[in-house]
């Protein structure tokens, strides 16, 4: 081990330069004007992994965007173990709030500044430079690896179930580990054990076949903005739980266990609200913030248009209104039921005079790992190796699709060894990675994969 670590700390810069490049191709996934950076983007990383002289290397088309595929199974009887990452990145807007331009990453106060810096490149690299340290030093790994890196998991993973339907052999694996999540905070090595999952939809309600003069038809038929700000408002209650019939009833409540193993953490609550430069905290009542976004779900309107948003004003009954509405869900919610169930509510609350069609979007399942299986064990001994301090065990609002569709189809515990930071504005202007973050995630990942090949492989 020692001289592959060593090699890892004599390759810093060049790893940071080489993440530099790969970051330069703006491969957004939801926008159609850049699906050949996507595939350029996915060669990138196939190149880089042809060079390392994996033995396979594919890059599998999907109806949307490719994933990278690659294997390194020269560990005959050692685990093997599944990482992956997304290859793909949010879009930018408002470009006009970063410091410097998203794809021409920079490199500032320890950090690099640009898009898909942390979610996720940076992270996939990192598994791609701590593989190389060890066909560098000892000329093999201690274990087999596959890596399967997507290009649409910023937009819900669409044809992904389809992929690993296709290619199931080839993703048999032992033991899974994602990187695609961020620390508790600054130095402190972080499993995440809980991801939320997603549901999204989009409801239109209309109303006359075109725009109606306000003075000649208000008052006699329903307007849809005003329908549509009804049915949002009778989403939550006055302290944000929310009204959608059935929609807790599957919601594995928190134990007293983990209730106390989330109150033990140095959560500070001012700092974090610093960060969204919002007044107040707000939500379900009876939950800590954290137990907030760790553990309960959700329901957010994630954008509302309708009538006229024109300069001055302009006197019209506008014939519909549009919302966007996700929810965060939690064990054992599933999408295909909130859907149902929040699709039935919205068509019963609809006031009389409009039709309300729902409209379903992508979905993902929500996951809770296994901690009392050893792999988290092991993975605490490998962080603490490269972090020099003690693991805690996490849970992250957000949702990756992949982790729970991987954890069903094949049994294995898939461990969320993440490298970002919970301020690192994934998603927003001016992401950045922790480059020490990045350097010591090289050695968490090669630890990781030396202690994994003292576990027996099945
Ligand atoms: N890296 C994130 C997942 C994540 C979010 C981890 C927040 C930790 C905290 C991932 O790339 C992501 O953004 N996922 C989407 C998935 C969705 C489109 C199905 C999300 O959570 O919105
Ligand atoms: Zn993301």
């Known amino acids: 081990m020692e001289s592959t670590v060593s090699w890892i700390d004599r390759g810093r810069e060049r790893f940071v330069q080489e993440l530099v490049a790969w970051c330069k ?7 159609p004007a850049h699906k050949a950076d996507v595939v350029a983007n996915a060669e990138h990383l196939a190149a880089e992994l042809r060079r390392l002289k994996a033995d396979r290397v594919e890059v599998w088309p999907t109806k949307g965007h490719p ?21 793909d990145v949010q879009p930018v807007d408002p470009l006009n709030e970063w410091i410097s331009p998203p794809f021409e990453p920079a490199i500032r106060d320890g950090r690099m500044w640009g898009r898909g810096v942390v979610d996720d490149k940076g992270q996939v690299w990192i598994h791609v430079k701590a593989i190389e340290a060890f066909l560098e030093t000892a000329k093999k790994l201690p274990i087999n690896i596959k890596l399967i890196v997507e290009g649409e998991e910023e937009v819900g993973s669409e044809n992904l179930e389809e992929l690993m339907k296709t290619h199931a052999a080839d993703l048999v694996a032992d033991f899974v580990c994602v990187s695609d999540t961020a620390m508790f905070g600054r130095g402190i090595p972080s499993l995440c054990v809980g991801l939320r999952g997603l549901m999204y939809l989009e409801v239109v309600v209309e109303g006359p076949k075109s725009d109606l003069h306000s003075g000649s038809f208000g008052g006699g038929v329903a307007n849809p903005v005003n329908a549509l700000a009804r049915m949002i408002a009778r989403l939550h209650d006055d302290q944000g739980k929310v009204l959608v019939p059935g929609f807790y009833d599957k919601v594995v409540e928190l134990t007293a266990a983990e209730r106390a193993e989330i ?23 009876g939950f800590s913030t954290l137990e907030r976004v760790w553990a309960r779900p959700t329901l957010d309107c994630n954008g509302i248009a309708g009538g006229f948003q024109g300069e001055g004003s302009k006197t019209i009954i506008p014939a519909r209104a549009m919302a966007k509405i996700s929810c965060r869900l939690v064990p054992h919610q599933e999408p295909e039921e909130i859907e149902r169930l929040v699709s039935q509510y919205l068509t019963k609350i609809a006031p009389p005079g409009v039709n309300v069609k729902v409209i379903r979007h992508h979905g993902g ?21 490269a972090f020099g301090r003690p693991t805690v065990f996490i849970r992250e609002g957000g949702s990756i699709p992949f982790v729970r569709t991987i954890a069903d189809a094949t049994g294995k515990p898939c461990l969320l060894m993440g490298f970002g930071q919970p301020d690192e504005n994934a998603h927003a202007p ?23 090949s003292r576990l027996p492989a099945k």
């Not at 399942?365 to 190796?385: N, Q």
């Open 25 to 31: 191709i703006p491969a957004i996934s939801s926008d």
């Open 67 to 87: 994933a990278v595929f690659a294997s390194f199974m020269h560990a005959p009887g050692k685990p093997t173990l599944l990482v992956y990452g997304h290859h």
């Open 263 to 285: 109150a033990s953490l140095p959560f500070d609550e001012k700092e974090w609200l610093a960060q969204t430069g919002c007044p107040a905290t707000f939500g379900e009542s």
């Open 365 to 385: 399942r929500p996951y809770l790992a296994p901690t009392d299986h050893p792999v988290f064990e092991v993975a605490k001994r490998a962080f603490a190796k």
């Open 430 to 452: 001016n992401e950045w990675l922790d480059l020490e973050n990045f350097h010591l995630g090289i050695k968490s990942a090669a630890y990781l994969y030396d202690e994994l």
